[in-house]
C-alpha cells in the first residue's frame, strides 16, 4: 500500500469514493454529489491510499488544526488496515495532536477509531448530526 499526496488527477475516483459512501453509509447526507468532495475538501491537505495503482482511501487534514476533516476507504478495501496507513501518515504531517469529529451514530467509525487510540473529548448534540470530538492519544510532544 502506498500512502502520498493527492494530485488533480485522483480528484474524480475520490469524489466517487466520497459520493459512494456517504450515499451508501451516512442517511443524514441528503442527494450526496461527486461535486461534494472539492468543496469539503477546500484548503486542506489530501492523501490517498493506492494499492496496486488504484485508489482505495483518502484523508483530509486541516494543517493549521491538526484536524482530520474526511477519513474515507472504499467499502471493497475495510478491514484491510487502509485507514490505519491513513491515520499513521496523518501522524506523520500533523504539527501537533490530531483531532476529529465522528458522528455519535457511526458506531462502526467510533470502533475503529477506538482502535486506533482516540477517545472522546467532548460532544455535540445540539449539531446535526450529533457528534463527537475524539482526540488522538499517540501525541507526545
Not at 488544526?65 to 487502509?82: A, E, K, T
Amino acid at each position: 500500500m502506498k500512502i502520498r499526496p493527492m494530485i488533480a488527477q485522483d480528484k474524480p475516483a475520490l469524489a466517487e469514493i466520497y459520493r459512494r459512501d456517504r450515499e451508501r453509509d451516512f442517511p443524514w447526507v441528503a442527494h450526496p454529489q461527486l461535486s461534494d468532495f472539492e468543496r469539503d475538501s477546500a484548503n486542506e491537505s489530501v492523501f490517498v491510499a493506492e494499492i496496486d495503482g488504484e485508489i482505495v482511501g483518502f484523508v483530509s487534514l486541516y494543517r493549521v488544526m491538526n484536524f482530520i476533516h474526511l477519513l474515507f476507504v472504499s467499502p471493497d478495501y475495510r478491514h484491510q488496515g487502509v485507514g490505519h496507513a491513513l491515520l499513521e501518515a496523518m501522524r506523520q504531517e500533523a504539527t501537533g495532536m490530531l483531532t476529529l469529529k465522528c458522528v455519535i451514530k457511526n458506531e462502526a467509525a467510533l470502533q475503529f477509531y477506538a482502535q486506533e487510540g482516540f477517545s472522546i473529548r467532548r460532544e455535540d448534540w445540539l449539531a446535526f448530526p450529533a457528534n463527537y470530538t475524539l482526540q488522538d492519544n499517540h501525541y507526545t510532544e
